[in-house]
């Protein structure tokens, strides 16, 4: 199985970028679809985006659009996910998952449908 570890969380100011990094060990990342997802303070964990094997198909969610972008790197082992313009509402732990795919162009927003998780890590905006 794989095991994920997420790096690169921290404090910003409001506007900032930050880039988290999802590195796999164990296995090949470039088996899995993987996707980003977060959890703000006293709410319920929400889909960020998801990247699938090719890594050309992507999905993101409504907030992430046209701010966050998310990429593999195969040779490496790694998924990132590269945040700008940050605002205060962008505060949350973040966590990658990883899902065994078959399909080479599938992405997957829910929760549910990923088999391996990293641990999250904070993310703080500062206004």
């Known amino acids: 199985q794989v095991q994920l570890v997420v790096s690169g969380g921290g404090l910003v100011q409001a506007g900032g970028s930050l880039r988290l990094s999802c590195a796999a060990s164990?296995?090949?990342?470039?088996?899995?679809?993987v996707g980003w997802f977060r959890e703000p303070p006293g709410k319920e964990r929400e889909f960020v985006g998801a990247i699938a094997r090719s890594g050309v198909d992507t999905s993101y969610a409504d907030f992430a659009k046209g701010r966050f972008t998310i990429s593999r790197d195969n040779a490496k082992n790694t998924v990132d996910l590269q945040m700008t313009t940050l605002k205060p509402e962008d505060r949350a732990l973040y966590s990658c998952a990883a899902k065994l795919s078959l399909n080479n162009g599938s992405v997957y927003m829910t929760s549910t449908s990923y088999d391996y998780w990293g641990l999250g890590i904070p993310v703080t905006v500062s206004s």
């Open positions: 164990g296995r090949a990342i470039d088996s899995y679809a």
